[in-house]
Structure formats: C-alpha cells, structure tokens
C-alpha cells in the first residue's frame, strides 16, 4: 500500500509539472504587441485622444477576443514604418500588401479595400486615359514611403513632387502647386472635410489600382501570433462586425471577404452583363462552384493588370480566367482547365498587311496587346519591341480599326464580342497568324492554402463528371 501510495503521488508530481511547463509556454505567447498607426482618417486617427477609425476599431475587437493589451501609438508614417521594418513584434497599420512590401513584413487581413485615384481640382482636371498619360503632367504630389509613392517610382515616373503629409498634399493641389495628387475616396474626402472644403472640390480623374489594407507584424514575429491575429480578423467578418464598421466609417458595404475573388470584363467568358451583374461562361463556372462547395464570395470586376498584380501579392485570392502558360506557371496555383482558346495577330481587313511568320509580326511598325496578358508576356520573352500596350482591349480595338496600329493581338474566343461591343463586325478584322492555342483555368495566388485550391478542383471534376459542365459550354458556345 505505501509503495502504491509513492508511486500515485510521484505520477501527480508528474502531472503537474507537465501543466507547469504548458503555462509557461502559454504564456511565453503572450507577447507583447507594439501597435503602430499614423493619422489616415477614416481608417487610424485620434478623437479626443482616443484611438479611433476602422482600422482602430478592429483592432480592439481583435485584443478583446485574443485577451491581449491594445495600446496605439500615433506615429509619422515614416517612423512608424522604419520601426515596424526593425522591431520585434511591431505591428503597423493601416498598411497596403503590394510587391515591395510583401516580404518584409508578416500580414493579417486584410480589413479593407481601397482603389487608388489620381485627384485633380474639379476647374482644371487633365484628361487621362492611362498612366502614360499621367507621366506628361508637370508635378505629381506624393507622400515618401507610401505604397502608391513606391508603385508610381516603380513604374517610372520622373515627376513626383514630396509632400509632407495628406493635408499637405490637398492643401497644394487646390492652391496649384501641384496637378495631380494619387489618393483614396476615403482619405481625400476626410482631408477635404478637415480643411473646411466640399468633397466636390477634387474629381478623380484616372483609377489608377486597387490595393487591400492589412496588419503588418516585423518579419521576426511568432507565426503563432499572426495564426492567432488571422483567425480573429476571419471571425469579425463572419460575424458581421466588419461589414457594420465598413458601414459606419466608409459609408459603403464594400469590404474585403475571406477569400478575393477577381475577374476582369472578358466577354463572353467574364463581364458585367445589361442588368449589372457579372456573368459570362467563366463567371457560371466560379459560381457553380461556390454554390456546392457553399461558401459564397462576391466577385470583383477588375481591370486585368490590376487583378493579376493583386494575385501575385495577396493570399486567398482567386483570379479568372487565366491562360496557364509556361512563364505563370509556378506564380499560381490551377484549377483547371475549362476551357481552350487560339491568340491571334489580328489585322483590319483590307488593310494589306501580310503576317506570315513570327519575322513578319516582329517587323511591323506597331503590334497592339494588352497589358499582362498571357500573350503580351509571351511576346515580351521573345523580344518583341514594337508593342503598344493598354490595359483595356477595346482601347486597342478602336486603334486597330481606324489604323493607328497594324495588329492586335487577341484570342478567338473573345475578339468578335469585343468588337461587337464597340459596333463593329467579326468581318471586319482577319485573323492573319496564329500565335498560340492554350488551355485557360482559374487561378489561386500562392499563399492561398492548399485544401482550397483542392476542393474547388474536385468540385469542378464533379461538375464535369455529371454533364454540369457542358450544359454551361453549350449555353455560351452553342455552335461548338
């Protein structure tokens, strides 16, 4: 009985040595967390010398679930940056994911979603058709170290005017010392407000990208902490919270769900059709999905260019539909095929101009393609140095069919509905050389977890293996 009694109380020695150590690892992960933000009204600023804003609020609805203080301090951008860059666990906010950044920090999110503008006074406002359009303008204001500052210098602008801060920045386009100011809806119309002026005084005269807001955690931060911040932002957008903040402070329901999803106007595969929904055959493919697989997500109408930079950076993002090509094909991840196209040198009819091989294409004055088209990156590898680029493909239509460029480079499958659009018929152009046929799919950024990218394949499997799948093919391509 003794030895039974030494033995039962050496096994709750045991025992609650073993809870000991899971205390302190628990508590080891109770980090302390130093919140950084600057004043961005609506999102971080200071009322009454209270943190508040969307961003702000969020933030504390996270604390309160992860029982973690919430302490904010306001900062110059700059400086808040440089210490999030070298400090471990500093967290920055309200801070945009884009190519520079996007391995330098830790990310959770993203909260909120915004489209860059350029801002003009709404007297003297420059008529802007593309961002080489805005590189002729005298002086562009920016503020250091801002993600649209660092996307403009990436894209070669020469001419940027430093500001030191948003209001020092509408102060100075409404004075004229400066043409145009890139910017949010959001923050340009606080700023206006703060100054005393209507929100009418400035006109967005080109939508330059959009860009997603998150959390940025130093890079030496636990990956535990960042599971743990994740989880708390997913659940405040499941449970409403964040659709009633976006409400409250962006006056719009327009947030950022758990999964992005992203298309750009393609007819007949993707476009937004008479009655302002997006439809078209790859759209009924994505919903399908989504419906069996019962998680609903909004699609996003985008430009092409700025849905696949969004897809290159993001995680959690879908981007349809996309040709799966040899240069793409470890940037995404594939679901896939559902469908097969030709790209064409396509050239006006009765215009003369011969295309017989890829010397002929390479010798011509002017080949019109669209901007991070699978087609254009194709060309770019084989060192083409003739193309006029676009991000629009009705931009470079028109300039095919009043002669401004010889060719235009365009697939089978959607030429005549884009030439239909602008009044114009399929008779009209010649398909003269063909430069490629590929299969095309949906596309998942790299960070997006692997089980979805799996589960939406074998929904899509299921949908080709009961007749599903080809009833949507002969909705849109009955003579096929």
């Known amino acids: 009985m003794k030895k039974e009694k030494i033995l039962l109380i050496y096994s709750l020695l045991i025992y609650f040595s073993f809870l000991s150590c899971n205390k302190d690892d628990h508590d080891q992960s109770q980090v302390n967390l130093r919140f950084i933000s600057e004043e961005y009204k609506p999102f971080n600023y200071q009322e009454n010398s209270k943190a508040t804003g969307l961003a702000s609020d969020v933030l504390k609805d996270v604390c309160k679930q992860l029982n973690t203080a919430c302490k904010i301090e306001f900062l110059p951008w700059e400086e808040g940056y440089e210490a999030a860059l070298k400090n471990e666990n500093t967290v920055l906010f309200s801070t945009t994911l884009n190519s520079t950044r996007k391995d330098k920090f830790k990310w959770a999110g993203p909260i909120a979603s915004v489209d860059w503008n350029f801002y003009a ?130 006056n719009t329901s327009r ?97 003369g101009i011969s295309i017989n091989s890829m010397n002929d294409a390479r010798n011509l004055n002017a080949v019109g393609t669209v901007s991070s088209w699978f087609s254009t990156q194709y060309l770019q590898n084989l060192g083409f140095t003739n193309l006029i680029l676009d991000g629009d493909p009705e931009v470079l239509t028109e300039r095919l069919m009043t002669g401004q460029i010889d060719a235009f480079v365009c697939t089978d499958i959607t030429f005549p509905d884009i030439l239909g659009q602008l009044g114009y018929n399929y008779t009209g152009v010649s398909p003269a050389f063909s430069l490629m046929s590929s299969d095309f799919y949906i596309a998942f950024s790299k960070t997006t977890p692997a089980t979805t990218v799996a589960q939406w394949q074998s929904t899509l499997d299921a949908i080709k293996s009961d007749g599903t799948f080809n009833e949507i093919g002969n909705k849109w391509f009955p003579e096929q």
């Open 121 to 250: 006074t709404s007297q003297i406002s420059p008529a802007l058709n593309d961002l080489d359009d805005a590189k002729t303008v005298d002086k562009i204001g920016v503020i250091a170290d801002y993600a649209i500052e660092e996307y403009l210098v990436q894209e070669g602008f020469t001419n940027l005017i430093y500001c030191d801060d948003l209001t020092d920045a509408v102060n100075k386009l409404l004075n004229g010392e400066i043409d145009l100011f890139p910017s949010d809806q959001y923050t340009t119309e606080s700023t206006l407000q703060s100054l005393g002026k209507s929100s009418y005084a400035l006109s967005n005269v080109l939508t330059i990208k959009t860009e997603l807001i998150y959390f940025a955690f130093n890079i030496n931060t636990s990956d535990d902490i960042i599971a743990d911040f994740q989880k708390a932002i997913d659940t405040i957008k499941k449970n409403g919270r964040l659709r009633e903040l976006t409400q409250f402070y962006l």
């Open 255 to 351: 947030y950022p769900d758990i999964m992005q999803v992203y298309t750009e106007p393609y007819p007949p595969l993707t476009y937004r059709n008479e009655n302002g929904e997006i439809g078209g055959y790859g759209t009924d493919i994505v919903k399908e999905i989504m419906k069996r697989n019962k998680t609903y997500y909004d699609i996003h109408l985008s430009s092409w260019r700025n849905g696949y930079q969004m897809a290159l950076n993001n995680p959690n993002f879908c981007l349809f539909t996309m040709d799966r090509t040899e240069i793409r094909e470890n940037l995404f991840q594939w679901v896939g095929p559902i469908g097969t196209n030709t790209t064409w040198f396509y050239t006006k009819a009765g215009s």
